[in-house]
């Protein structure tokens, strides 16, 4: 009867574990998703390659980011 009661007690922590975790919060913080890409840099982490709102420059930030991630761009002839 004991080993029952220990296997019941451990069952059901276990199945009540999860109801106590809190749901995500969405903050304020990034862009919103009704913004432009471009318009939502107004922070200390972003890089500094572009004004927030420089479309042209965001876009020029974009393509030299994917250009130094290419391999076949990175990689030196032999």
């Known amino acids: ?17 999860g109801c106590g975790q809190a749901p995500d ?9 009704d913004q432009k890409p471009y ?4 922070n200390n982490y972003a890089e ?7 479309s042209a ?3 020029k930030a974009i393509k030299e980011r994917a250009q130094a991630q290419n391999d076949y761009i ?3 002839p032999l």
């Open 1 to 17: 009867m004991g080993r029952h009661r220990v296997l019941l007690v451990a069952a059901a922590t276990i199945a009540l574990a």
């Open 25 to 33: 919060a969405v903050t304020s913080s990034g862009a919103k998703p």
């Open 39 to 42: 318009a939502g840099a107004d």
């Open 48 to 54: 500094k390659t572009f004004t927030s709102g420089d």
């Open 57 to 59: 420059g965001w876009q």
């Open 74 to 76: 990175r990689a030196q």
